[in-house]
């Protein structure tokens, strides 16, 4: 037996008792004396004392040599400490140790075991096992874990069954670059990893499965952002014979029961809001409605007052700082050259401050009167003491670079408070998107989704305008879901197709499968997908995913402890059919 109770374990009730433990090595306080030795494992760590008097010799010596790190094994008598640490659960008794026996030696660690290492991230990957000895990291992981059984709970609790779907698939458009994997046995062929089970899941609810989840692995070759993972997790759902509705109740039923279950807290509110109206009053889809300072367009009172640059813009927009009068001209003239730099673009940045007696001073005096200002406040909900800065341009930039400035200050503020969650479905989001890149309609979420029954006719004439039954979940202004009500008539499925720029014979090639299982009884249905990792990091206050998954791959989509990708030798190429050109 190696241990007879872990580390975390002992309390004074135990005082007396012979155990044994393992664990390792934390740190090693040699006082001549006397030896201290802090064994760790994953529940905690408990004090060993080694005492020149009380130990034998040889054991004294012994454990005057263990380096950090070793892997050791001791028998011993638990006794009260004299001084107690409160700080750790174990902190009142320590372990005197009669056996010792080392199990493995360490080299000396790359960096220091403990919540704050001198480690940087690059060498905390490579050695990730070592990482995950620290209990930050550790934590984390328990934490996903925790959140992975809570959602299979409760999603088999309402009647949802987890089933596989394959790894090995067809590529499947979801905006993504597939990742593929050659076949040996089909010379020149390929499989696709999928960047979602989007369609499997789809011919589930044809077979008749109709509550459906899994936890499972995407995989997407994308240009990597931060934080993006190539390879990423999923609590991926879908129903049969639901609408949008449905969809939203059952899952707002599960973000609740998480936030009770995880975080102890209850949410009331659980506001819905349409894309075009979020995008009108935080000019974001995923807006962070933990705090105000929502938009309020000036259009109407700020445009025709010889004001050149508000009477050309599309656009006229606000919103109130609160407080934001403290800030100095210096602060504001900071803020203005913030907003200016190429990667938000603003031309410029107008302001108007509300002071406490009632009065407004703006930078745009020359154009605009004291009831012109109020009528600005008004528009944008501020307060004496507050700062109204204000944007224009055209629409969709200007809204994107006001939610910019908006989210920037926020930040800067303190009003993105990580212990407070505030959930919100946003809806409706248009079924097609313009790129520049190829002149061509994309569609927003993926083509599987469903337009507003009532505006089919509408991608004939409008294709921009139409609507989808398509949402996403939004979590402190994170996306954290998003999904959709499916076609399920090949008819539609095809019209589809052919606005995406499909060809009949393209659609059937790579789609075939889909539209024919349509014909045979395909429920009307929907569903949803959870991102796990950047759900478990909002949970638990934090915004970067990388802790929460046990081997990450680093910025460049590199496994650095392992070295992957790498190169494979000439006969596997061979044997795959494959000529490298390079
Ligand atoms: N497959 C979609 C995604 O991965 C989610 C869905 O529509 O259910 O984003």
Known sequence: M???????????????????LAGWVQKVRDKGFVVWVDLRDRYGITQLIFDGERTEKDIFEQAQKLGREFVIQVQGKVIERTSKNPNIQTGDI??????????????????????????????RMKYRYLDIRRDPVKNSLIFRHKVAREVRNYLSDQGFIEIETPYLIKSTPEGARDFVVPSRMNAGQFYALPQSPQTFKQLLMVAGMDKYFQIVKC???????????????????????????????????????????????????????????AMERYGSDKPDIRFGMEFGELNDIAQHKD???????????????????????KEIDALTDWIKRPQIGAKGLVYCRCNDDGTFKSSVDKFYDQADLENWAERTGAKAGDLILVLSGETDATRSRLNS????????????????????WVTDFPLLEWSEDTQSYHAMHHPFTSPKHDQIDLLETDPAAVRANAYD?????????????RIHDRETQALMFKHLGFSPEEAKAQFGFLMNAFEYGAPPHGGIAFGLDRLVAILGGQETIRDFIAFPKNNSGRDIMIDAPSPVDEAQLKE???????
């Open 219 to 277: 995989f997407r070759d994308e240009d990597l952002r931060a934080d993006r993972q190539p390879e990423f997790t999923q609590i991926d759902c879908e129903m049969a014979f639901v609408e949008q509705d449905d969809v939203l109740n059952a899952f707002e039923g599960l973000t609740k029961h998480l936030l009770k279950a995880l975080k102890g807290i209850e949410i009331d509110d659980f506001p819905r809001m349409t894309y075009d109206e």
């Open 473 to 485: 979940l939004v979590l402190n202004g994170n996306e954290i879901g998003g999904g959709s009500i």
């Open 307 to 329: 004001f050149n640059v508000f009477n050309s813009a599309e656009l006229v927009v606000g919103l109130a700082v609160p407080g934001g009068n403290s800030f100095s001209r």
């Open 94 to 123: 320590e372990i005197l140790v009669d056996k010792l026996s080392i199990l493995n030696e360490s080299l000396l660690p790359p960096f220091t075991i403990e919540d704050d290492t001198d480690g940087g991230d690059e060498i």
């Open 405 to 424: 400035l908006r989210m920037e200050l926020a930040e800067r503020l303190g009003l993105r408070n990580p212990d407070e969650f505030a959930p919100l």
């Open 2 to 20: 190696y241990r007879s109770h872990n580390c975390g374990e002992l309390r004074s009730s135990h005082i007396d008792t012979t155990v044994t």
């Open 576 to 582: 795959l059919n494959l000529k490298l050109d390079l």
